[in-house]
């Protein structure tokens, strides 16, 4: 780790120059330059006392957290199709199993199903994008059509259909992941 390199980031985003920054830990600004190029280090008193003055601490300093991905493209996307049952999944974060909930988007054919599930541990949203489909949760049946949302925990029997004869596209959110 640069240290020199990562002061310098954190001074800049304080907008504060080598001067005041110095100012603020009562150290000298020929020092700040140096620790800042890496040809000095700073003792452990004087790092926390610069690290205060920016608005952070050892911890955070020295944790090596790497961004996370926050936009995904069609190109990240993982897919699973079955033909004979008419169905396609897209997992559309991935690795989402990984996270509290996991989101699909699922493409049924015309007179297509997804998988019927035995309950389990959760709750299910869906988002109808086009098409109809009926949602059979236990004995009973409930149809969504383009625009609609549904919301079920997901301890009875479900499966999603698809009835019309237009293929369906539908975003799942599963919570945990189970997909």
């Known amino acids: 780790m640069n240290i020199g390199e990562k002061i310098k980031r954190l001074r800049l985003e304080n907008n504060l120059t080598q001067e005041e920054l110095a100012d603020r830990c009562e150290l000298s600004k020929g020092f700040i330059s140096q620790l800042e190029r890496d040809m000095t280090s700073p003792s452990i008193a004087s790092l926390v006392d610069i690290l205060e003055s920016l608005g952070t601490n050892l911890q955070e300093f020295f944790s090596e957290t790497v961004d996370e991905k926050i936009v995904f493209r069609k190109e990240d996307f993982f897919e699973k199709e079955d033909e004979e049952v008419g169905y396609r999944l897209e997992w559309i974060i991935p690795n989402a199993q990984k996270n509290m909930m996991e989101p699909i988007m699922l493409t049924l054919a015309p007179n297509g199903a997804y998988d019927e599930?035995?309950?389990?541990?959760?709750?299910?949203?869906?988002f109808v994008i086009s098409g109809s489909v009926v949602v059979r949760l236990g004995s009973k049946k409930y149809v969504a059509k383009a625009g609609d949302t549904f919301y079920y925990k997901a301890n009875k029997n479900h499966e999603i259909v698809n009835k019309g004869k237009r293929e369906a596209i539908i975003i799942l959110v599963g919570t945990p992941p189970n997909f």
Do not use: I, Q, V
């Open 117 to 126: 599930h035995d309950p389990h541990e959760g709750e299910e949203f869906g």
